[in-house]
């Protein structure tokens, strides 16, 4: 069974080193197999990898029990749905894309700037929905 979970390299935490459960370990190597460069940090009660996958970066939060809570994936644009590039292109220069996937449930995150430079948080659904937009 260790063999299985070599693929950890660092594992940090608050207050000192910290492994995750085997069952967290378990259910990660399940769910993004051929993940690289893993760092695993505790917060509470849950424990968060960050790690790289098809040189996408990614951060994975899971329960000590092992179920994966959410995930985020940084984007380039490339990567977006027609949808969002639509809704995103007439924002403005798109700074930074994540989407977001909790329990079965996607939204894409943006950072945007307008034409004077002011800068944007914008959430919308799959389809390209705006859920909020507000200034930073």
Known sequence: MKKAFSFVTRVFGAGGDVRPSDRCLKSFNLNFEGARNIEWFKTGSFYEAVFYKDNVEFIAVFSA??????????????????????????????????????KNSIIYEAIYRDRDLNRYLILLTEFGNIIVEKPL
């Open 65 to 102: 029990s092992g179920k994966l809570q959410e995930y985020k994936m940084y984007l380039p644009f490339d990567f977006l749905p027609a949808p969002i590039k639509k809704e995103l292109e007439k924002k403005g220069e798109i700074m930074n894309i994540v989407l977001v996937n909790k």
